[in-house]
Every structure is written in structure tokens, then in C-alpha cells.
């Protein structure tokens, strides 16, 4: 079912809704596509024609600016028109809901959405309801997904690890909550990543988080012992209530990333974090600034990434609207 | 006025009756079984060879929306779509616009479904005013204006010494209790069952505990109150399990299921399946597994639609913030003899857990064809294969997950007191 929403009837990848579900041989197009991409914002001219004509509608319901940014960019090299809309939505059934605000957007010709809301199963909703030929990126639903996010990541891992096949990943912080480590996980696996570990307290591990494929740990020095890559999340203050973490301090002394902790790992492991950091919260400045991290690589990553994922999307788009 | 089916094959659970006989009425009572009565008239018949004809079935859970939520579905829709599906009365909570905590409103709701004349409607009364958790309801007043029993429908009455006191002033009438037990901090904002797929859809989550805190609760207060009280559609093996040993110690409780939650599983969800979002939420396969052994055990006495008519609208948004329930009036018989047809019932055992038994929840005189009793009657054919079409629903609420299922079993007549209420129309047949 999943694979018959984001694949058309050819094969043609058609909406990037979630990781889930997607072929190996999909992801590695994918990055091997960002990879043509990457030399790309060096350029004198740095825009191609891929998208000229096409309309792309950021539709961010809930606000970021670091990642429409990322996706206007992408959007603009690859010379597409963009609109950034963030519409205020009401929870209550009074407002204008989503599908009236896409179907209103799409009355006015657009080709590609890409959707951020607050809600898991956002992104999903909007592709059941738009016609074959509108394609819907999916920006981050709620806690569900995060697929782009990971596949800039999936990316820069492999521009330092050059294979999966033999990778032990630790992710740490709030899993429960964190729709970035939820499409990590899935494109880990997908790629082959043999070990995959979760690290947090009790209280930030969803339930049977092993049945995605992963390891979990609540002991950080455990958890690091000899991993290759260590993706730290965000921690969200305002969605722990009190009661998820006791307090800040405790937390950075168990679960931050200090120098010490990261000599649990192996000596040429990579720190990564999808940004924006908290620092002394989750990491050190030292570490979020020091040799193993790439976070900034992330960043630069996330603008190809983009464009390849927009222009496999539309590139099958004009056999779907003849069908 | 004299009317007899004819040759049907009469499952009467309460009375052992299992075998085709003739059923004859009379001013809308059942008159007798096999031979006429003397004097007897036929001003009627109906030829039921072939067709199974049992009591009128009685649904525990049912909103019908009206008053205060017209704009989903109205008395009469919703009577219309019970007839349909062989429901001959209804239980309603008392969570209408406004509540039914006075007996003006229990009145009023009772006499514009006897205008319909379609099913009976027995409403429940709110145990507290306006289902604030605060104030008692004058109970004698809602037992007198015909409440079947007292209930705070989906709203927790959170405070313990309130609750006692409520279910403790509901025996003093004999009015029992029905309670949707659960634990509003631990249910939180949760729309799905905690589990595989609340972490895989990144979903809120309701945990197992959000039940079985509950009903450890309440059932610690019936204890020492020996008030009659009804868990309303346990969703969780444990709970279940609970309520069994509250049962072998012979606390005064009893339990029903929801038929969705005996055919699906959290795993139906798929992908944001906004249809399979209801409350209490779809459990993993284990808690299913139990729901059905309770119906077997004994534990479980009936089986009820839960019944939920949502406008359009109310599911088309994500996950979280569609609205939980499913319009089930028209799948409840074909849903329960998928059960019969999987060996787990028997038709019998199937057919008591809509009727009698729910009557004996309800302590209504109905659910049986005994003699005097009224002539409230269903009549399906069993071997009827179809192909369930939500879009051809009655009910105004096309809200039901189980479209496009293949069913066996369909109604084809309904009588109400002895009248047709509703006659498959033959190109259905």
C-alpha cells in the first residue's frame, strides 16, 4: 500500500511521503543524483533547468527556516518558480483545513508541494487528495517522518563511510519524539547498516522500538562503544513537560556528547545533528565544533540532497499526466 | 391484527428454540410458536423458508446525535439505518447537546423516536450534571422518566470521592452504572494504542495502563459499594482478565465489545487509515485474541456497533486531529456471524450476545420471542453473500472501516411491535 503511494504504475518514484517502504535501489539514486548536485553551488551560474516552468509551493503549516530555506534553493537552482506560504492553521473545524488550502493551491497550477505540518500523516493526507500529475514532498509530519532530512544525512555518512554494509550508528536523544530519527532508522536499514542502536532514558524510547530495527541502550557509554557514526537529536525543552527528563543538567551529564563520552566510539567517528543545536544541552560546543563533526557538511548536503529528490519527482511527471 | 412467518428457522436463545417453526403474532405480541392460538386471524404473513428469524437485536451503544450534533446524523437517519440492520433497540448515551441529566430531556428523546416509530430508544442518564464530574444527577427523577442506567459516557469523573458517591446513589435506585473506564492523564492526548505502530506512524499514543488504571479504579469502588456497574467496550486483554476475576468473586459487573474491536487490530490502521481511528483504539493482535476468548469465557455478554456517524469532514484531516468513531448500525449482524462463520460462535451464542443478552444488561424485557412478549423481530438469511458498500449505508455517517469486506448474512425484514419497520427491497435480495 505504502509502496503504491510514493511509486506510479512505472516504477517512477511519484511523492517522497516516507522512507518506509522505498527500494534500496531508490535511496542510492537518490544520492548518487545529489552527488552530481554537490559541485554545484561552487558555480559561477549555479541554476539548471530541470524545473523551468514548474510551480513548487513551500507549504509550511508549521514555521522552520532553516529547511524551506534549504528546499527554496533547491527548488530555485533547478529554476522552478517557488512560493513559501505558511498558512496559520486552526485546530478547531472552522478554520480552513488542509486539503482546502491544497486544493485552493492547486486550482492555481501547482506541480510539487512540499508540506511541514505539525501533525503525523499530514504529507499522506495531501497525496491522497491531489491528482496524478501534482507531486507532494513531505517536509516533517508531526512525529512520523522526516525523509529528506535523512536522506541528507544518509548522504553524508556515505561521503565519509563510502559503504553501509559494515556501519554500527548510535542515534541519541528523543526518539519518542523525533520524526528525523523514525526515517533514519528506516534508511539505515534499508541501506544495509548491520548495527543500529537508540540511546535515551527510559522515558524517550517509544515503545517495542526494536520492531523498526534497532538496538536500544540507555547507557551512553555502552551505547557509543565502537560506533562509527553518532547522530545526536534536538532536545525539544518544551515538549518534555517535566516529567520526560528531570532536568537539563542531569540530562547533558548523562546524554550530552562530551569529548569523553565520544572516546567511547571508534577514533574516526563522525558526530552529526540535524540542527539547529542546543549547546551544553545535547553537546559540547567543543565536540559540535571539533574534528568528527560535520554538522556544517550537513547543511551544505541538504540543498543537493533536495534538489536530486525534486528532480527524480518531476522527472517522471510528464508520462503521469497523460495517463 | 393477526401475522404469521412462516417455515423460518426460529433462534430464540433465551428459550432454547432453535428450528423451524411457524411464529404467530398478535397485536404486536408473540402469540405462539408452531400451532395457532385459538381464534387466531391471519390478516398477514410473511414466508421466511430458508431465512433465520430471531428477537429484534438490541445495540448497547449507539449515538444517534440528535439533539446538538444534527449536522452528522439525525434520529431519523439513524433509526432508519438501525431497521436496516435488524436493530430493534437502542441504548444511547447521555452525551447529547445538551446531556441528558434531566428527565424533561430523557423524555423528549424517548418521544421523538416514538413520532419515528422506527426502533426503541432507551436513553442512559449523565451520573453527574452536565457530565462535569462534579454534581449528582437526580437519579430517581432519570430512573422514573425511563433511563435504563447512569453514565458519565467518555468523560472521566476524576475525582475518586465523587465517583463513589455517584455509583453508590446509582444502586440506591438500581440503576446500574456504565462506565467507560479509564485514566485521563495516562490517555492524554493519545489516539492510538501504545505499541509497534504508535512508534512506527509517530502517533500519541494510549497506553494499556490508560485502561486497566481505570478499571482497577472503579472496580476497588464497586467493591465496597456492590453497585451494578457495566464496562462500556474493553479493549485490552487485561482488563478483561480483571473483570473475569472481579466476576468469579461475584462483584455485580458486566462487560461488552465493540464488534470493530473483534475484527481489527491496530495493524488496520495502515497508514493514517483515518476510519480505523476509534476510542478506546485498536489493540495489538494479543488483546484481540482475549476480546474474542471473552466472548467465549463468558466474561463478554455482548457485542454492540459503539455506534458513531461522523459528517465527511470529521475524518479528513491527519491522524490526530480527525474525530474517533465508526458508523456501525448496518455492520453489526454481518460482523458478529463472520464469527459464527469462523468457528468461534455458534449462530445461537452469537445471536444471544445481540439480543437477550444485552437485554439482561440493560434489565429490559425484551431480546426473547416467549409468549406475551413484544413482537420485536429480525429476520436475516443467512447464506446471503455481499460485498459491503459504505457509500449505500443508511445511516447519514458513511464513516465505517470495513468497506469492500465480503459478508455473509443479510436482513430482510424488521418488525417493530409487530409492524414492518423496514423490507429488504427485492433487486437487494
Redesign the interface.
Request: charged share 25%; proline share 3%.
Given at each position: 500500500?505504502?509502496a503504491d503511494?510514493q511509486y506510479d504504475q512505472t516504477g517512477q518514484l511519484r511523492h517522497f511521503l516516507t522512507i518506509?517502504g522505498l527500494e534500496r535501489e531508490t535511496l542510492v539514486h537518490i544520492l548518487d543524483t545529489a552527488e552530481s548536485f554537490i559541485t554545484f553551488g561552487e558555480r559561477e551560474i549555479k541554476k539548471v533547468p530541470i524545473l523551468r516552468g514548474k510551480t513548487v509551493v513551500n507549504l509550511f503549516f508549521e514555521n522552520s527556516t532553516r529547511t524551506r530555506t534549504t528546499f527554496e534553493i533547491a527548488a530555485k537552482r533547478l529554476s522552478a518558480d517557488v512560493i513559501n506560504l505558511n498558512p496559520t492553521r486552526l485546530?478547531t473545524?472552522k478554520g480552513e483545513?488542509?486539503?482546502d488550502t491544497v486544493k485552493t493551491l492547486e486550482a492555481m497550477h501547482t506541480d510539487l508541494f512540499v508540506v511541514r505540518?505539525a501533525?503525523?500523516?499530514?504529507a499522506?493526507?495531501i497525496a491522497h487528495h491531489v491528482p496524478p500529475h501534482v507531486a507532494v514532498i513531505n517536509a516533517g509530519?508531526?512525529?512520523?517522518?522526516h525523509p529528506t532530512q535523512a536522506m541528507l544525512d544518509m548522504f553524508t555518512i556515505r561521503q565519509y563511510k563510502k559503504e553501509f554494509n559494515n556501519l554500527n550508528v548510535a542515534i541519541v536523544g528523543d526518539i519518542l519524539?523525533s520524526?528525523v530519527a523514525?526515517s533514519q532508522i528506516h534508511a539505515l536499514n534499508i541501506l544495509g547498516v548491520p548495527e543500529i542502536r537508540v540511546i535515551a532514558p527510559k522515558t524517550l524510547l517509544?515503545?517495542?522500538?526494536e520492531?523498526?530495527g534497532v538496538h536500544p541502550y540507555s547507557d551512553m557509554s555502552l551505547g557509543l562503544k565502537d560506533v562509527d557514526v553518532i547522530i545526536m537529536l534536538r532536545l525539544q525543552l518544551e515538549r518534555m513537560q517535566g516529567t520526560l527528563i528531570a532536568s537539563e543538567q542531569e540530562y547533558f551529564n548523562l546524554y550530552g556528547l562530551t569529548g569523553d563520552k565520544l572516546a567511547h566510539a571508534k577514533p574516526d567517528a563522525l558526530v552529526m545533528h540535524p540542527g539547529p543545536i542546543n549547546r551544553g544541552l545535547e553537546i559540547a560546543s567543543d565536540v559540535a565544533d571539533g574534528p568528527h563533526s560535520v554538522i556544517l557538511n550537513q547543511v551544505t548536503n541538504g540543498i543537493a540532497v533536495r534538489m536530486s529528490i525534486m528532480a527524480i519527482i518531476m522527472g517522471g511527471q510528464a508520462g503521469r499526466r497523460e495517463t | 391484527m393477526g401475522m404469521v412467518i412462516r417455515n423460518g428457522r426460529v433462534i430464540d436463545p433465551a428459550h432454547n428454540v432453535d428450528g423451524n417453526h411457524n411464529l404467530y403474532i398478535n397485536d404486536g405480541f408473540i402469540a405462539a410458536l408452531d400451532d395457532p392460538p385459538e381464534d387466531f386471524e391471519t390478516d398477514r404473513e410473511i414466508d421466511a423458508n430458508g431465512l433465520v428469524v430471531c428477537p429484534g437485536l438490541i445495540d448497547l451503544r449507539a449515538r444517534l446525535r440528535e439533539p446538538g450534533q444534527e449536522y452528522k446524523a439525525t434520529l431519523d437517519s439513524e433509526l432508519s439505518a438501525a431497521v436496516a440492520g435488524g436493530i430493534t433497540t437502542l441504548c444511547i448515551p447521555p452525551d447529547t447537546n445538551p446531556v441528558i441529566d434531566t428527565p424533561a430531556m430523557a423524555q423528549m428523546i424517548q418521544q421523538r423516536a416514538w413520532q419515528i416509530g422506527k426502533s426503541f430508544i432507551h436513553p442512559l442518564g449523565a451520573l453527574t450534571q452536565n457530565l462535569e464530574g462534579k454534581t449528582l444527577t437526580n437519579m430517581a427523577g432519570l430512573d422514573e422518566a425511563g433511563c435504563v442506567g447512569v453514565s458519565n459516557a467518555l468523560v472521566a469523573v476524576k475525582d475518586t470521592v465523587v465517583m463513589r458517591r455517584a455509583i453508590q446513589y446509582a444502586s440506591t435506585f438500581e440503576l446500574t452504572v456504565f462506565l467507560h473506564s479509564h485514566d485521563p492523564w495516562l490517555w492524554g492526548n493519545g489516539v492510538v494504542h501504545e505499541g509497534e505502530i504508535s512508534t512506527r506512524l509517530g502517533l500519541p499514543a494510549i497506553p494499556e495502563a490508560a485502561e486497566t488504571v481505570g478499571v482497577a479504579r472503579d472496580l476497588a469502588l464497586i467493591e465496597t459499594t456492590q453497585a451494578a456497574c457495566h464496562f462500556n467496550g474493553l479493549s485490552t486483554a487485561r482488563a478483561v482478565d480483571m473483570v473475569a476475576r472481579a466476576q468469579r468473586e461475584g462483584l455485580p459487573v458486566t462487560t461488552d465489545v465493540t464488534a470493530h474491536h473483534l475484527h481489527l487490530t491496530e495493524h488496520d490502521i495502515g497508514f493514517f487509515n483515518t476510519l480505523c481511528h476509534v476510542a478506546p483504539p485498536l489493540r495489538s493482535q494479543r488483546d484481540r485474541d482475549r476480546l474474542i476468548s471473552g466472548l467465549k469465557d463468558g466474561t463478554i455478554t455482548a457485542i454492540c456497533s459503539d455506534h458513531q456517524p461522523h459528517e465527511p469532514d470529521a475524518k479528513l484531516a491527519p491522524f490526530s486531529e480527525s474525530e474517533p468513531g465508526i458508523s456501525g448500525l448496518e455492520t453489526l449482524l454481518p460482523l458478529t456471524i463472520k464469527l459464527v462463520i469462523e468457528n468461534v460462535l455458534t449462530l445461537s451464542e452469537a445471536i444471544a450476545l445481540l439480543t437477550i443478552k444485552p437485554a439482561q444488561i440493560l434489565n429490559i424485557d425484551s431480546g426473547h420471542l416467549g409468549v406475551g412478549a413484544t413482537a420485536d423481530i429480525c429476520i436475516f438469511d443467512l447464506e446471503s453473500e455481499w460485498t459491503f458498500d459504505r457509500g449505500k449505508m443508511l445511516s447519514r455517517g458513511k464513516n465505517n472501516p470495513f468497506h469492500n469486506w465480503p459478508f455473509r448474512g443479510r436482513v430482510t425484514h424488521t418488525l417493530i411491535g409487530g409492524e414492518l419497520a423496514y423490507t429488504r427491497q427485492s433487486e437487494n435480495l
Open positions: 500500500m505504502i503511494m518506509e485546530s473545524s483545513s488542509v486539503l505540518d501533525h503525523s500523516g499530514a499522506f493526507l509530519d508531526g512525529r512520523h517522518a519524539h520524526r523514525r517509544p515503545t517495542e522500538v520492531r523498526l | -
